[in-house]
């Protein structure tokens, strides 16, 4: 086996079009069986109501812990709630929560990140020791704690994941906005006076978009597991909410008499995240060449 | 070098003081009451303001954050509500089994996760790269607690070949205290029926804590491997003659390392968080199991000992990968 | 004979499909032969080099003709045999001195390893070499530099370095792409002069590729020049730089810098080397050919003879010879 190495006439120009893109995102299978798996999810999720009968809260102590069959593709829980239900209703928390929660922490990075490495000084100094300091903690046990202190519900988890997820890109537009603030119309909006927060509005957080961009699609799969440990803990969502960590958190202590029960909140929570990565790990595969490869 | 350590221990001081600041606004500013927290909802005004009393919780925030302080410079990280026990003696005691875990998940994802990043690259695109790559998108899309119950539910719940509970099993002594790493204290004192036991036990609890941080670290090593592949020094040396085994391991991978050694240090970071998940699912009585168990108990103390504690424990491991990259690089010098 | 190349073709596979790179390329080194091989960047001649040592990507394909070493065919070997014929038969410098080197490895290590594949010596028998071969490219203290890392040493050292390892086993054949061209002026002069050293004392047959007809005249017995994928002349190196056969290389050599006038501005070759994707119909270098005649835009000339030790690949050619 030979090693490829580059020479000068190996690689054609690059042309500037979307033509590459779309060359690459087609050579790219392993891209489209992400998109496909969570266009299923989504979409099964949204139409859930027609999908199935049953009511995602509704108990019905009579038909619990039936095993999968025709009428409960997944089975049911102990207070016999159809699982396949309660995990479509629970796509909605998921996803919704994970994308909202990046969503959060891009915009308030951004808009950080900017200001630090616009303004540089103090400022930079001290946002970027603060940043430090956050990021001297592992990301799940500060999480943890932080949605502990606020208090165990949905909200606090997503704000503390949301908490924990800024440094990342409070660096990365830092580093974007360090690169722009040098360019030459950035300096000529600056000789004509015009307001910095001006500038930093129309030309500095537009032009430091798209690494924060690349960063989130990876980062959106990683929130939504962040968010069901938080549940499994204890820490996010309560019962009887349909979230999936939560439902694993209780149907684990039934994991050897019931196996449904928590396997297959589980396999939807890996097929989501998995699927998410595949798109993530493509998409910087085609905007990033020396990454992947 | 003496300069480096000496500013890295400068920047570990600052980052530890900010840790204990963290932690200090997360157990006594941001709950609100933690004095309500810590008696719960039941009980009447006059015990609150004891509790509030003894806690110092009346007085300014300045004066509070430097008992605080103090109490932790003394190794004092309060008493736990669940246990009744000073928070640091219950953390010493559980700490070996958490260490264990580690060690032995982090040596998987290593020995594992390297050569598969090897492979991965060299043969590129071939089958064994895909696979390679399918199972490291599935390590880090894998819910820790889910692979573990999955797990469980194979190899002990139908083939019952494996434990799933605790570090021995139930009629075995533990071995001889010497470090309180079981499989370290029964080499030593020659006890193989504990050394037996005790690697039963940790081997589920360590493949699936390992699996996340093995996939991060094949990614990373096959990233960079393929970087350093294309690189004028390795087309010299296939030039001169050099190929195999050879030239991926000696020429190519020592250089592939040394960006993957801040993904390690922080993968250990990551490691430590799935141990929480990872302890409570196997019933493995380490820190993370001691402080899933708090939370049900919304034990405040013991919670945030926990985190600061693994928080500076992070950080010296940072400073630990920021010190190799020196004796790694030699292009690196003060 | 050591080398002979007959009607090479070369195709990459890229984003918009087939490129030819190389077309008929033939050529032929005695030894203790230097060829010299000239052209301007993505004229095909270090797709020629590599080829040579079987280094092309994954992405080239050599769909036609014949690589002879010593009577050997080299497209025939597999995989194994080609990596013992590297470094020992037929070595190679690149370009790059400051990147082509072990970045973490002691320089004197690199070479033994080296040295050690190549003869079969133990560690310290090949230390002891590597520290000879460093003396014979003119290193001062070689001991010492043994000892250093490449980020340690100068451009010109690091040269100096890779052409000792290219030159270690020693091999028949040194192929050396611009060699000199990353490069101060005052230690390319020294580079070629220690490349034709070699040449001399070992009687080592030299490929040396370049873009500078200076080059050329200073070390190559003969000289060979490309454009767009071909061999457009051939012959001795004085006789091709006094009299140029093709307008090609009159523009290559019209280009050159005027040492007697440093005033004078460079001048460059006017047009572009064409698109290979979309390859004219005739000549590929009629459309910048100032004595472009009705037939180079419709017909392809072929590489003939034009005198004794001559050809050339052009029509005003055809009826001289």
Request: glycine share 8%; with cysteine.
């Amino acid at each position: 086996m030979e090693t490829p190495l580059q020479t000068e006439t190996s690689q054609p120009k690059p042309i500037t079009s979307v033509r590459p893109f779309w060359y690459k995102l087609k050579q790219n299978q392993m891209t489209w069986v992400g998109l496909g798996i969570l266009g299923v999810i989504v979409l099964c999720s949204l139409i859930a109501p027609i999908l199935t009968p049953y009511n995602p809260t509704q108990v019905d102590i009579s038909s619990k812990f039936l095993a999968p069959s025709l009428h409960h593709w997944f089975g049911t829980d102990e207070v016999g709630r159809d699982i396949l239900t309660r995990i479509l209703y629970g796509a909605r928390i998921s996803l919704g929560v994970g994308i909202t929660v990046i969503i959060m922490a891009s915009v308030i990075g951004i808009l950080i990140g900017t200001i630090s490495g616009y303004f540089g000084g103090v400022i930079d100094v001290t946002i970027m020791r603060i940043m430090d300091m956050v990021m001297a903690f592992p990301t799940l046990i500060l999480a943890m704690a932080l949605a502990a202190a606020l208090g165990p519900s949905l909200q606090n988890a997503m704000l503390a994941i949301a908490i924990v997820k800024i440094p990342v890109y409070v660096r990365l537009a830092r580093g974007e906005s360090l690169v722009l603030r040098e360019k030459l119309f950035v300096k000529s909006a600056q000789s004509f006076g015009i307001n910095p927060w001006r500038i930093i509005g129309k030309h500095i957080v537009p032009n430091s978009v798209s690494p924060v961009i690349i960063q989130a699609t990876l980062d959106v799969g990683d929130a939504i597991l962040m968010i069901a440990t938080l549940g499994f803990l204890g820490l996010g969502a309560q019962p009887p909410t349909p979230e999936w960590g939560a439902m694993i958190s209780i149907g684990w202590k039934y994991l050897l008499d019931y196996w449904w029960y928590p396997t297959f909140p589980g396999l939807l929570l890996f097929l989501s995240a998995g699927s998410l990565n595949l798109i993530g790990d493509g998409i910087r595969d085609i905007l990033d060449p020396k990454a992947g490869r | 070098m003496k300069k480096i350590i000496i500013n890295r221990l400068g920047l570990l001081i600052f980052v530890v003081f900010g840790v204990t600041l963290i932690s200090f606004l997360l157990s006594h500013v941001i709950p609100g009451d933690p004095a309500r927290m810590m008696v719960g909802q039941r009980a009447n005004e006059e015990t609150l303001q004891q509790v509030r009393q003894q806690l110092g919780l009346d007085q300014p925030l300045l004066i509070q954050y430097e008992t605080y302080m103090k109490g932790i410079i003394s190794g004092d990280l309060g008493t736990s509500i669940r246990t009744q026990k000073p928070v640091i003696d219950d953390l010493e005691a559980f700490f070996p089994a958490t260490m264990e875990l580690a060690i032995i998940a982090f040596i998987f994802a290593l020995v594992i996760g390297i050569p598969l990043g090897v492979l991965a690259a060299v043969k590129k695109n071939s089958f064994w790269d895909h696979a390679s790559r399918i199972f490291s998108i599935g390590g880090v899309s894998t819910p820790v607690f889910w692979s573990g119950l999955v797990i469980i539910l194979i190899f002990y719940g139908y083939l019952n070949w494996f434990p799933a509970n605790g570090r021995l099993d139930m009629n075995i002594h533990p071995p001889t205290h010497i470090t309180g790493l079981y499989i370290l204290d029964s080499l030593l004192s020659g006890d193989m029926v504990a050394l037996k036991s005790s690697l039963h036990h940790i081997l589920l609890p360590a493949i699936v804590l390992s699996y996340a941080q093995l996939a991060v670290i094949t990614r990373q090593v096959r990233a960079s491997m393929l970087e350093i592949m294309e690189q004028e020094y390795i087309r010299t040396a296939i030039a001169n003659g050099i190929h195999g085994p050879f030239l991926f391991f000696r020429y190519a991978l020592r250089n592939a390392l040394i960006p993957t050694i801040t993904v390690v240090g922080i993968s250990f970071g990551s490691l430590l968080g799935g141990a929480v998940v990872t302890e409570t699912i196997f019933g493995w009585p380490g820190m993370g199991k001691y402080v899933v168990d708090s939370i049900a108990y919304l034990d405040f103390p013991a919670m945030m000992g926990f985190t600061l504690l693994i928080a500076v424990g992070y950080v010296i491991i940072n400073l630990i990968v920021d010190l190799t990259y020196y004796v790694l690089d030699p292009q690196i010098k003060g | 004979m050591v080398l002979e190349m007959k009607d090479l073709c070369v195709d990459f596979t890229g984003m918009r499909g087939k490129v030819r790179a190389l077309r008929n390329v033939s050529l032929s080194i005695e030894k203790g032969e230097v060829l010299g091989v000239v052209g301007e960047s993505g004229s095909g001649k270090s797709v020629t080099a590599l080829s040579i040592l079987g280094l092309l990507g994954s992405n080239a394909t050599i769909s036609n003709g014949e690589i002879s070493y010593l009577g050997q065919n080299l497209l025939r070997l597999g995989p194994k045999e080609m990596q013992s014929l590297r470094g020992k038969k037929i070595g190679m410098v690149f370009q790059e001195p400051m990147t082509a080197l072990h970045p973490t490895m002691k320089v004197g290590s690199q070479l033994a390893e080296v040295i050690k594949r190549h003869r079969g010596l133990s560690k310290k028998q090949a230390h002891k070499l590597a520290v000879e071969a460093l003396k014979e490219v003119h290193i001062h203290d070689p001991e010492l530099v043994a000892k250093k890392y490449p980020f340690e040493l100068s451009g010109g050292m690091r040269q100096r370095i890779v052409i000792a390892l290219a030159m270690s086993a020693p091999p028949d054949l040194l192929i050396a792409d611009e060699p000199t061209t990353a490069l101060d002026v005052t230690i390319q002069k020294e580079i070629l002069q220690l490349i034709k050293e070699l040449n001399d004392k070992r009687g080592t047959s030299v490929l040396l590729i370049t873009h500078d007809l200076g080059v050329v005249s200073s070390v190559c017995d003969r000289v060979m020049v490309m454009y767009a994928g071909e061999v457009v002349e051939e012959g001795k190196t004085e006789e091709v730089l006094n009299a140029p056969s093709h307008p090609y290389t009159e523009a290559l050599l019209h280009a050159l810098p005027d040492l007697a006038d440093p005033e004078e501005p460079l001048k460059a070759i006017p047009g572009e080397v064409p698109d290979l994707q979309n390859r004219p119909a005739g000549c590929a270098f009629a459309s910048r050919c100032p004595k472009a005649m009705d037939i180079c835009g419709v017909s392809v000339p072929a590489l003939e003879p034009v005198s004794k030790n001559r050809s050339a690949a052009c029509w005003l050619r055809r009826d001289t010879y």
